[in-house]
Nanobody, 127 residues
């Protein structure tokens, strides 16, 4: 079992940057593939970015490609989402999610692929 806690959200002007962190407690975080998702008001929870358990593979939604970077520091049991060139449409609650590693070093896009979720952190981008 792993508990996830997101931090780093806040209010930022369009064009600005934020770095979200997803920290874990419990089992070693390197045993998990991790994804970031976001949910705007009245919207579905959508995929943003994912990193494999080794950190060797990453994948991004088209809407954030080139602006967001996902990375992990397994020595700190933390996954990061660096968000640059933020836009008002990036406003949402951001969630990190984890799934136990398996024999494949894959990234996962589907919400249903993940077993554990954090409580989310609010990101608001003003125009």
């Amino acid at each position: 079992q792993v508990q996830l806690v997101e931090s780093g959200g806040g209010l930022v002007q369009a064009g600005g940057s934020l770095r979200l962190s997803c920290g874990s407690s419990g089992r070693t975080f390197s045993d998990y593939a991790v994804g970031w998702f976001r949910q705007g008001p009245g919207m579905e929870r959508d995929f943003v970015a994912a990193v494999s358990w080794s950190g060797g593979k990453t994948y991004y939604a088209d809407s954030v490609k080139g602006r967001f970077t996902i990375s992990r520091d397994n020595t700190k049991n933390t996954v990061y989402l660096q968000m640059n060139s933020l836009k008002p449409e990036d406003t949402a609650v951001y969630y990190c999610a984890a799934r136990p590693r398996d024999s494949n070093d894959y990234v996962y896009v589907a919400r249903t692929a993940y077993n554990y979720w954090g409580q989310g952190t609010q990101v608001t981008v003003s125009s």
